[in-house]
């Protein structure tokens, strides 16, 4: 079962089975207003399959936050027809039951979506000749001013 964050709302539910470079991972796939839930019922994803880390009650909860989906479509799989989720740089092949009726949820949920952290949207206007984005503590979570050598909030070394 999926631990929901404050204001998130489960969409649609179901077994999934994630093709990755290293072979298939079953598990269940959760949309919500805010991410693509996997939770592995086996081996988890490999690092660097677009998944964040494991968390939740048994760390075996995966997530990937909506506001890095582009697209998602069927498409021809490895074994069969798949659900192909485009992310920022990834592409995520998902063999679901219903294809269309979860490629057009996603696409509504990531349409209403929240944007993207601050720390992410401060990024990608640094890229674009911007300041420096604030730094995110990894001791208490706050953000602090660019440039910060300890945490603002709690005091914490950077």
């Not at 009726?101 to 509504?108: F, I, K, R, Y």
């Not at 206007?125 to 604030?134: E, I, L, V």
């Not at 001013?145 to 603002?152: E, H, L, Y």
């Amino acid at each position: 079962m999926v631990l929901l964050e404050s204001g998130e709302t489960p969409i649609r539910s179901g077994r999934t089975i994630v093709h990755t470079q290293a072979g298939p991972r079953p598990g269940t796939l959760t949309l919500t207003n805010v991410a693509i839930v996997f939770e592995s019922t086996g081996a988890p994803p490999p690092p660097g399959d677009g998944w964040g880390p494991g968390g939740g009650p048994s760390n075996n909860e995966y997530r990937i936050g909506l506001w890095r989906v582009r697209q998602a479509s069927g498409a021809k799989g490895p074994n069969g027809p798949v659900l192909q989720v485009n992310l920022l740089a990834r592409v995520l092949y998902l063999q679901v039951d219903d294809i269309p009726g979860w490629a057009a949820a996603l696409t509504e949920a990531q349409a209403h979506a929240p944007p993207p952290p601050a720390e992410v949207q401060a990024r990608r206007a640094m890229k674009r000749g911007g300041p420096a984005p604030p730094t995110r503590c990894s001791y208490c979570g706050r953000l602090s001013p660019a440039g910060s050598t300890k945490c603002t909030s709690c005091g914490a070394p950077f």
